[in-house]
């Protein structure tokens, strides 16, 4: 009798870590018949009627009201001076590097946690992207170990920073705002400016994030949005190249949209443009996201309590926390191991994905994948570090929308 009132408790202090995670995301996810999947877009809106109002009129494509609507909204929302849509937010990264000055032969600072997009759009331009660390409070490229590695591997040269080892210009600066949390911008922008590097930001994630007040993407030379169906306001697929330059945007919108000047009937184009036009009936399903974004940044903060409650009491993880001075939009939520076990992160996502829950590790980092494995980097310990202890739970804005 004695021994049988006694081993709750036990079999309690000896949950394994996955158990104890299990039990902690049941709480919050406690259907065992549903799948919960990473990032679920909701359309609770007014997403139909928009959408059908493009059928209706056959303004589906290249012309139509939508894409300036959903410009101008994007322009009061982020308070960037100028919005200018494009078919994703990998074309807009291209573009917005382009515009920025990036050339072949270049080198461009990338994290290397990040989603490979960054990377990719880097390659289209002709450049090499070259990867730098992150740090541990925002996810986002440490900004002092940067300036660190600036000062002993390069040099100036009329106005440039050059690579001492490759004799590469170091053109540009890709900082990403991870899972929706602001990188270090203060210190960002003036790394960037002490070595004359130009920012532009990969702010695909941070849609409604916001750095000491002002909105992600704003800071740089140019910054890009996404609105792909995972991200936290979708249009099927679309982006958005933010800036607060009208030359640059004028730019923008001319490159996207087949370089064709302006004429009622004749098709002359002046330069080598690309067909990254965001189609009417995307910027639709936009406009309607974006009317309830408010509400989304609303659940997806208590999704964010109701996470924080019930991983309180397991000792060998902590959930990301919003950075200090930032608004995050939480994008996805992160939990992060203290320590790293081998394989005990693979043996945390398989006992989730037998539950249908679909938590998610964080990217390879880039300079382990094929395609760059001969890229320039620094010493990434804490993107390595991070890789192996990072999960991405649940986050979809619907899992708290009735809890509010
Ligand atoms: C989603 C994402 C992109 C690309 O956006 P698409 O619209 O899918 O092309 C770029 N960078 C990061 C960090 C992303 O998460």
């Not at 406009?287 to 997806?300: M, V, W, Y």
Request: positive net charge; proline residues 4%; contains cysteine.
């Amino acid at each position: 009798m004695i021994v049988t009132s006694f081993k709750p408790s036990k079999v309690e202090l000896g949950k394994s870590l996955p158990d104890q995670v299990l039990g902690a995301l049941r709480q919050v996810l406690p259907n065992k018949n549903k799948t919960y999947p990473l990032h679920e877009p909701e359309f609770s809106g007014r997403e139909w009627e928009y959408v059908k109002n493009c059928i209706e009129t056959g303004m589906v494509s290249s012309v139509g009201t939508y894409v300036d609507k959903f410009e101008r909204m994007l322009e009061e929302f982020t308070g960037a001076k100028h919005a200018v849509a494009v078919v994703n937010g990998t074309a807009g990264l291209h573009i917005a590097l382009k515009l920025a000055g990036v050339q072949a032969e270049d080198e461009v600072l990338v994290p290397a946690l990040t989603f490979v997009a960054s990377a990719n759009a880097v390659t289209y331009c002709g450049a090499s992207p070259h990867f730098v660390d992150s740090e541990e409070q925002t996810f986002g490229i440490d900004p002092d170990k940067l300036r660190e590695y600036l000062r002993k591997n390069t040099k100036q040269h009329s106005g440039f920073c050059i690579n001492r080892r490759t004799d590469k210009v170091i053109r540009a600066m890709l900082p990403m705002h991870t899972f929706g949390h602001p990188a270090k911008m203060e210190g960002l922008l003036k790394v960037a400016r002490d070595f004359h590097i130009v920012l532009v930001e990969d702010a695909a994630e941070a849609i409604g994030s916001f750095y000491h007040g002002q909105h992600t993407g704003t800071f740089g030379l140019l910054g890009v949005l996404s609105f792909n169906g995972n991200k936290t306001i979708t249009s099927g697929g679309g982006g958005s190249i933010l800036t607060n330059d009208s030359a640059l945007a004028r730019r923008a919108k001319h490159l996207t949209t087949t370089s064709k000047l302006s004429h009622s009937w004749e098709y002359r184009h002046d330069e080598i443009g690309y067909n990254y036009r965001l189609p009417n009936i995307n910027a639709a399903l936009g406009c309607a996201q974006l009317e309830q974004l408010p509400c989304f940044l609303k659940a997806k903060q208590k999704l964010y309590g109701l996470y924080q409650k019930a991983f309180q009491g397991v000792s060998d993880v902590t959930l990301f926390s919003q950075p200090e001075k930032s608004r995050s939009n939480f994008w996805l939520q992160t939990l992060i191991l203290k320590k790293h076990r081998d394989g005990e992160l693979s043996t945390i996502l398989k006992k989730l994905h037998e539950e249908k829950i679909l938590a998610r590790p964080a990217w390879i980092p880039m300079h382990q994948l094929a395609p760059f494995k001969k890229s320039s980097h620094m010493d990434l310990r804490t993107t390595e570090s991070m890789a192996n202890r990072i999960l991405n739970l649940p986050s979809s804005p619907s899992l708290a929308t009735k809890a509010l």
